[in-house]
Protein backbone atom coordinates (compact mmCIF):
# COMPACT_ATOMS: atom_id res chain seq x y z
CA UNK A 1 0.00 0.00 0.00
CA UNK A 2 1.59 3.48 -0.83
CA UNK A 3 0.77 6.13 1.73
CA UNK A 4 0.33 9.74 0.77
CA UNK A 5 0.87 13.33 2.06
CA UNK A 6 -2.59 14.56 2.76
CA UNK A 7 -1.79 18.00 0.71
CA UNK A 8 1.19 20.14 2.41
CA UNK A 9 0.51 18.74 5.48
CA UNK A 10 2.65 16.21 7.26
CA UNK A 11 0.61 13.95 7.43
CA UNK A 12 0.94 10.19 5.33
CA UNK A 13 -2.40 8.59 5.05
CA UNK A 14 -2.87 5.57 2.86
CA UNK A 15 -3.86 6.23 -0.61
CA UNK A 16 -6.45 3.64 0.09
CA UNK A 17 -8.89 4.31 3.27
CA UNK A 18 -12.14 2.28 4.83
CA UNK A 19 -14.92 4.14 5.43
CA UNK A 20 -18.66 3.47 7.18
CA UNK A 21 -20.80 5.39 5.38
CA UNK A 22 -23.76 3.04 4.53
CA UNK A 23 -22.58 -0.17 5.86
CA UNK A 24 -21.67 0.36 9.43
CA UNK A 25 -24.69 0.19 11.94
CA UNK A 26 -26.61 -0.65 8.96
CA UNK A 27 -25.42 -3.33 6.91
CA UNK A 28 -23.09 -4.87 9.50
CA UNK A 29 -22.38 -5.22 12.90
CA UNK A 30 -19.59 -5.44 15.34
CA UNK A 31 -18.36 -8.41 14.26
CA UNK A 32 -17.87 -7.45 10.62
CA UNK A 33 -16.67 -4.39 11.86
CA UNK A 34 -13.69 -5.79 13.68
CA UNK A 35 -13.13 -8.35 11.16
CA UNK A 36 -12.85 -5.68 8.17
CA UNK A 37 -11.00 -2.92 9.95
CA UNK A 38 -7.97 -5.37 11.18
CA UNK A 39 -8.17 -6.98 7.60
CA UNK A 40 -7.98 -3.76 5.38
CA UNK A 41 -5.17 -2.52 8.41
CA UNK A 42 -3.56 -5.56 7.72
CA UNK A 43 -3.16 -5.13 4.01
CA UNK A 44 -2.26 -1.32 4.76
CA UNK A 45 -5.33 0.63 5.42
CA UNK A 46 -3.87 3.26 7.99
CA UNK A 47 -6.69 5.69 7.36
CA UNK A 48 -10.77 5.05 8.69
CA UNK A 49 -13.50 7.52 8.21
CA UNK A 50 -16.89 8.38 9.76
CA UNK A 51 -18.99 11.07 10.28
CA UNK A 52 -21.83 11.63 13.40
CA UNK A 53 -24.12 11.73 10.81
CA UNK A 54 -23.40 7.37 9.87
CA UNK A 55 -26.27 5.25 11.30
CA UNK A 56 -26.86 7.98 13.56
CA UNK A 57 -23.88 7.75 15.74
CA UNK A 58 -24.24 3.70 15.58
CA UNK A 59 -21.20 4.09 12.97
CA UNK A 60 -18.84 5.71 15.55
CA UNK A 61 -19.85 3.66 17.99
CA UNK A 62 -19.15 0.35 16.58
CA UNK A 63 -15.86 1.95 14.89
CA UNK A 64 -14.49 3.33 18.88
CA UNK A 65 -15.53 -0.77 19.88
CA UNK A 66 -13.37 -2.19 16.96
CA UNK A 67 -10.18 0.46 17.66
CA UNK A 68 -9.48 -0.08 21.25
CA UNK A 69 -7.89 -3.34 19.99
CA UNK A 70 -5.61 -1.19 17.57
CA UNK A 71 -2.62 1.11 18.67
CA UNK A 72 -4.49 4.76 18.54
CA UNK A 73 -0.89 6.31 16.84
CA UNK A 74 -0.89 3.46 14.10
CA UNK A 75 -4.09 4.60 12.74
CA UNK A 76 -5.15 8.02 10.97
CA UNK A 77 -9.31 8.37 12.25
CA UNK A 78 -11.74 11.00 10.54
CA UNK A 79 -15.34 12.28 11.65
CA UNK A 80 -17.66 15.01 10.21
CA UNK A 81 -19.67 17.48 11.92
CA UNK A 82 -22.84 18.91 10.86
CA UNK A 83 -26.04 16.57 11.34
CA UNK A 84 -25.92 15.69 15.13
CA UNK A 85 -29.53 15.09 15.43
CA UNK A 86 -33.06 16.91 15.57
CA UNK A 87 -32.66 19.11 18.18
CA UNK A 88 -32.63 23.47 16.60
CA UNK A 89 -28.58 23.11 17.53
CA UNK A 90 -27.84 19.50 16.86
CA UNK A 91 -26.55 20.72 13.56
CA UNK A 92 -24.98 23.01 10.98
CA UNK A 93 -21.84 25.02 11.62
CA UNK A 94 -22.49 26.92 14.53
CA UNK A 95 -19.64 26.94 17.37
CA UNK A 96 -21.82 25.64 19.80
CA UNK A 97 -22.76 22.35 17.74
CA UNK A 98 -19.18 21.77 16.34
CA UNK A 99 -17.82 21.98 19.82
CA UNK A 100 -20.34 19.71 21.35
CA UNK A 101 -20.71 17.37 18.13
CA UNK A 102 -16.67 16.76 18.08
CA UNK A 103 -17.01 16.46 21.91
CA UNK A 104 -19.76 13.46 21.31
CA UNK A 105 -18.33 11.97 18.41
CA UNK A 106 -15.26 11.94 20.43
CA UNK A 107 -16.86 9.77 23.19
CA UNK A 108 -18.46 7.77 21.07
CA UNK A 109 -15.06 6.97 19.26
CA UNK A 110 -13.82 6.45 22.89
CA UNK A 111 -10.57 8.43 21.40
CA UNK A 112 -8.97 11.46 22.93
CA UNK A 113 -8.90 13.17 18.98
CA UNK A 114 -9.68 12.52 15.84
CA UNK A 115 -7.00 13.12 13.05
CA UNK A 116 -9.34 14.40 10.59
CA UNK A 117 -11.82 16.87 11.53
CA UNK A 118 -14.42 17.99 8.68
CA UNK A 119 -17.36 20.70 8.60
CA UNK A 120 -19.89 17.63 6.34
CA UNK A 121 -21.12 20.29 4.39
CA UNK A 122 -21.73 24.30 4.00
CA UNK A 123 -23.95 25.82 6.88
CA UNK A 124 -25.82 29.10 4.96
CA UNK A 125 -26.93 30.11 8.31
CA UNK A 126 -23.93 30.49 10.11
CA UNK A 127 -21.07 33.23 9.35
CA UNK A 128 -17.83 31.04 8.14
CA UNK A 129 -15.71 33.17 10.53
CA UNK A 130 -17.83 31.63 13.23
CA UNK A 131 -16.84 28.12 12.11
CA UNK A 132 -13.30 28.65 10.81
CA UNK A 133 -13.12 29.95 14.50
CA UNK A 134 -14.69 27.04 16.12
CA UNK A 135 -12.02 24.84 13.96
CA UNK A 136 -9.38 26.91 15.13
CA UNK A 137 -10.20 26.29 18.44
CA UNK A 138 -11.00 22.44 17.96
CA UNK A 139 -7.38 22.17 16.79
CA UNK A 140 -5.78 24.34 19.12
CA UNK A 141 -7.28 22.44 21.95
CA UNK A 142 -6.41 19.06 20.79
CA UNK A 143 -9.53 17.64 19.78
CA UNK A 144 -8.21 17.14 16.07
CA UNK A 145 -5.02 17.92 13.98
CA UNK A 146 -5.95 18.95 11.23
CA UNK A 147 -9.54 20.09 10.17
CA UNK A 148 -11.12 20.83 6.45
CA UNK A 149 -14.32 20.46 4.52
CA UNK A 150 -16.91 18.02 2.73
CA UNK A 151 -18.69 19.11 -0.06
CA UNK A 152 -18.32 22.50 -0.29
CA UNK A 153 -17.62 24.66 -3.78
CA UNK A 154 -14.30 26.05 -4.69
CA UNK A 155 -15.27 29.84 -3.40
CA UNK A 156 -16.27 28.90 -0.02
CA UNK A 157 -13.38 27.19 0.43
CA UNK A 158 -11.51 30.26 -0.64
CA UNK A 159 -13.37 32.58 1.54
CA UNK A 160 -12.48 29.66 4.78
CA UNK A 161 -8.64 30.47 3.51
CA UNK A 162 -8.88 33.93 3.63
CA UNK A 163 -10.95 34.21 7.08
CA UNK A 164 -8.47 32.12 8.66
CA UNK A 165 -5.47 34.52 7.50
CA UNK A 166 -7.57 37.76 8.56
CA UNK A 167 -8.21 35.78 11.92
CA UNK A 168 -5.06 34.58 12.74
CA UNK A 169 -6.18 30.96 12.26
CA UNK A 170 -5.50 27.68 11.46
CA UNK A 171 -6.74 27.27 7.72
CA UNK A 172 -8.15 24.19 6.06
CA UNK A 173 -5.82 21.62 5.35
CA UNK A 174 -8.21 19.08 3.09
CA UNK A 175 -11.55 18.66 1.32
CA UNK A 176 -14.28 15.71 0.77
CA UNK A 177 -15.69 15.14 -2.63
CA UNK A 178 -17.14 13.24 -4.61
CA UNK A 179 -15.03 11.53 -7.38
CA UNK A 180 -15.77 9.36 -9.53
CA UNK A 181 -15.60 8.59 -13.88
CA UNK A 182 -18.89 10.33 -13.88
CA UNK A 183 -18.51 12.81 -11.55
CA UNK A 184 -15.29 15.45 -12.06
CA UNK A 185 -15.78 18.36 -12.37
CA UNK A 186 -14.97 19.58 -8.63
CA UNK A 187 -11.76 17.79 -8.37
CA UNK A 188 -10.69 18.74 -12.37
CA UNK A 189 -11.99 21.77 -12.97
CA UNK A 190 -13.45 24.15 -9.88
CA UNK A 191 -10.65 23.03 -6.97
CA UNK A 192 -7.60 23.54 -9.40
CA UNK A 193 -6.65 27.09 -8.12
CA UNK A 194 -6.96 25.63 -4.03
CA UNK A 195 -4.45 22.71 -5.13
CA UNK A 196 -2.55 24.95 -6.32
CA UNK A 197 -2.11 28.04 -4.01
CA UNK A 198 -2.74 25.96 -0.81
CA UNK A 199 -2.05 22.39 -1.59
CA UNK A 200 -5.18 21.22 -0.32
CA UNK A 201 -5.40 17.61 0.18
CA UNK A 202 -8.38 15.55 -0.53
CA UNK A 203 -10.12 12.29 0.36
CA UNK A 204 -12.44 11.61 -1.72
CA UNK A 205 -15.45 9.84 -1.74
CA UNK A 206 -17.97 7.43 -3.77
CA UNK A 207 -15.43 6.64 -6.31
CA UNK A 208 -18.03 3.42 -7.42
CA UNK A 209 -20.75 5.88 -7.72
CA UNK A 210 -23.14 4.45 -5.31
CA UNK A 211 -22.36 0.78 -6.49
CA UNK A 212 -23.23 1.65 -9.95
CA UNK A 213 -19.33 1.32 -10.99
CA UNK A 214 -19.11 -1.92 -9.25
CA UNK A 215 -21.39 -3.44 -12.43
CA UNK A 216 -24.01 -4.73 -9.82
CA UNK A 217 -26.55 -2.91 -11.78
CA UNK A 218 -25.80 -3.64 -15.06
CA UNK A 219 -29.06 -6.14 -15.60
CA UNK A 220 -31.56 -3.81 -13.47
CA UNK A 221 -31.78 -2.97 -9.49
CA UNK A 222 -32.36 -6.05 -7.76
CA UNK A 223 -35.13 -5.36 -4.67
CA UNK A 224 -32.53 -5.81 -1.21
CA UNK A 225 -30.00 -3.97 -3.49
CA UNK A 226 -28.77 -0.27 -1.63
CA UNK A 227 -30.47 2.08 -4.86
CA UNK A 228 -33.56 0.17 -4.36
CA UNK A 229 -33.53 1.05 -0.60
CA UNK A 230 -32.68 4.27 -1.03
CA UNK A 231 -34.05 5.70 -4.40
CA UNK A 232 -32.54 9.16 -4.16
CA UNK A 233 -28.89 7.53 -5.03
CA UNK A 234 -29.85 6.92 -8.49
CA UNK A 235 -29.23 9.59 -10.67
CA UNK A 236 -31.59 10.78 -13.68
CA UNK A 237 -29.25 9.44 -16.32
CA UNK A 238 -29.01 6.06 -14.53
CA UNK A 239 -29.81 4.07 -17.95
CA UNK A 240 -26.89 6.27 -19.81
CA UNK A 241 -24.58 5.44 -16.98
CA UNK A 242 -25.35 1.57 -17.11
CA UNK A 243 -24.61 1.87 -21.07
CA UNK A 244 -21.25 3.63 -20.15
CA UNK A 245 -20.58 0.84 -17.38
CA UNK A 246 -21.35 -2.47 -19.65
CA UNK A 247 -18.49 -0.35 -21.74
CA UNK A 248 -16.02 -0.32 -18.99
CA UNK A 249 -16.72 -3.59 -17.44
CA UNK A 250 -15.67 -5.16 -21.10
CA UNK A 251 -12.62 -2.73 -20.90
CA UNK A 252 -11.68 -3.69 -17.16
CA UNK A 253 -12.23 -7.47 -18.28
CA UNK A 254 -9.00 -6.69 -21.18
CA UNK A 255 -6.97 -5.33 -18.81
CA UNK A 256 -7.32 -7.93 -16.53
CA UNK A 257 -8.83 -6.65 -13.31
CA UNK A 258 -12.61 -6.07 -12.17
CA UNK A 259 -14.65 -3.06 -12.96
CA UNK A 260 -14.77 -1.57 -9.66
CA UNK A 261 -10.83 -1.97 -9.41
CA UNK A 262 -10.61 0.05 -12.49
CA UNK A 263 -12.76 2.90 -10.95
CA UNK A 264 -10.78 3.21 -8.05
CA UNK A 265 -6.98 3.00 -9.91
CA UNK A 266 -8.60 5.73 -12.10
CA UNK A 267 -9.18 7.60 -8.89
CA UNK A 268 -5.72 7.14 -7.40
CA UNK A 269 -4.26 8.35 -10.77
CA UNK A 270 -5.26 11.64 -10.08
CA UNK A 271 -2.02 13.53 -8.23
CA UNK A 272 -4.84 15.68 -6.38
CA UNK A 273 -6.57 12.78 -4.86
CA UNK A 274 -4.83 11.62 -1.19
CA UNK A 275 -7.27 9.36 -0.27
CA UNK A 276 -9.88 7.23 -1.47
CA UNK A 277 -12.44 6.06 0.62
CA UNK A 278 -13.86 2.50 0.02
CA UNK A 279 -16.25 1.03 1.65
CA UNK A 280 -17.43 -2.75 1.81
CA UNK A 281 -19.36 -5.15 3.94
CA UNK A 282 -17.81 -8.92 2.98
CA UNK A 283 -14.16 -9.48 2.91
CA UNK A 284 -13.86 -10.80 -1.03
CA UNK A 285 -15.45 -6.70 -1.75
CA UNK A 286 -13.03 -5.30 0.87
CA UNK A 287 -9.99 -7.22 -1.02
CA UNK A 288 -11.23 -6.09 -4.16
CA UNK A 289 -11.39 -2.68 -4.13
CA UNK A 290 -7.36 -2.70 -2.22
CA UNK A 291 -6.41 -4.63 -5.00
CA UNK A 292 -7.17 -1.43 -7.31
CA UNK A 293 -3.52 0.27 -5.85
CA UNK A 294 -1.74 -3.18 -8.01
CA UNK A 295 -4.24 -1.54 -11.06
CA UNK A 296 -2.97 2.18 -11.31
CA UNK A 297 0.33 1.33 -13.04
CA UNK A 298 -1.55 -0.37 -15.76
CA UNK A 299 -3.23 3.30 -16.56
CA UNK A 300 -0.91 4.65 -19.23
CA UNK A 301 -1.83 7.49 -21.07
CA UNK A 302 -3.32 5.20 -23.81
CA UNK A 303 -5.39 3.77 -21.69
CA UNK A 304 -6.61 6.94 -20.11
CA UNK A 305 -7.49 7.81 -23.64
CA UNK A 306 -9.55 4.64 -24.29
CA UNK A 307 -11.63 5.48 -21.07
CA UNK A 308 -12.51 9.19 -21.82
CA UNK A 309 -13.36 7.54 -24.69
CA UNK A 310 -16.25 5.48 -23.41
CA UNK A 311 -17.20 8.26 -21.27
CA UNK A 312 -17.29 10.21 -23.92
Known sequence: M??????????RISEISFGSWITFGKQIGLYEVKTLMHAAFDRGVNFFDNAEAYAHGEAELLMGKAIQEFHREELVLSTKIFWGGNGPNDTGLSRKHLIEGTKNSLKRLQIDYV???????????????????????????????YWGTSEWNADQIETAFQVAKQLNCIPPTMEQPRYNLFFRDHLEKDYVNLFEKYGLGTTIWSPLASGILSGKYNQGIPSDSRLAKEAWLVPDNFMHLIEKTKKLDVFAQDL??????????WCLHNNNVSSVITGATKMEQLVENLGAADIK????????????AILR
Request: proline fraction near 6%.
Open 2 to 11: QYNKLGKAGI
Open 256 to 265: GCTLAQLAIA
Open 297 to 308: DKLTPDVLKKIN
Open 115 to 145: DLLFCHRPDPDTPIEETVLAMDYLVRGGYAF
